[in-house]
Structures are given as C-alpha cells and as structure tokens.
C-alpha cells in the first residue's frame, strides 16, 4: 500500500519561508517521478514543482526562481523549498507520485499540507 505523507506546512509571513516534505511507504520510491501540486479556497487544483528519478525539475511560471524541489532517495523523501512567500502563494499543497513504467502511469496522493502566508 502506497502511502505519501505531507509535512512541514503553516503559517509565515509575506517574504518568509517554509520547506515541504513528503515521506514516501509501499513503493520502490527511486523510480518514482515526484511532484508538488496546490489548491487554494475556491480554486482549480494547480502544478507547482516536480522532479524526475533522474533528478531533472520542472517549475510553475509563478514560483520559479522562489521554489525548489529536491528528493533524497535514501530516506524516500521529496522537499520543496519555499522562498519569498507571497499571499498568493496560500493553498493546500498536495504531495504526488507517478510510476511511468506502468501504462497508463500509476498515479498516487499525499493528504496535503496546509500553508497560510499572511501578515
């Protein structure tokens, strides 16, 4: 049973900064793409980060530059650094998962992590 464990969420003020982590259980996590998606009140889900298991990244226009994500696969856990938060930045922030060795890809969720950047 796959399980994904978001953590590491709250609240900050505009300009501060909070890093996300998301354990990974019941999987091969190294062969795993990972990714970060958010959601806030009212909103469509929306992608934020991801990585590869060869490690390349790709960033939403919004964060890039004030994101960064990263994945230890010892310790079967993705990050993501938050830099510079802006108000807008708040939303639930779901951990995801995606074997592509399966067709079609095996997807899985995290239970997200709530972030509120207000002053």
């Known amino acids: 049973q796959v399980q994904l464990v978001e953590s590491g969420g709250g609240l900050v003020q505009p300009g501060g900064s909070l890093r996300l982590s998301c354990a990974a259980s019941?999987?091969?996590?190294?062969?795993?793409?990972m990714g970060w998606y958010r959601q806030a009140p009212g909103k469509q889900r929306e992608f934020v980060a991801s990585i590869s298991s060869g490690l390349t990244t790709n960033y939403a226009d919004s964060v890039k530059g004030r994101f960064t994500i990263s994945r230890d696969d010892a310790k079967n856990t993705v990050y993501l650094q938050m830099n510079n938060l802006k108000p807008e930045d708040t939303a639930v922030y779901y951990c995801r998962a995606d074997n592509s060795r399966r067709t079609p890809v095996q997807s899985f969720w995290g239970q997200g992590t709530q972030v509120t950047v207000s002053s």
């Open positions: 019941g999987m091969i996590f190294s062969i795993f793409g």
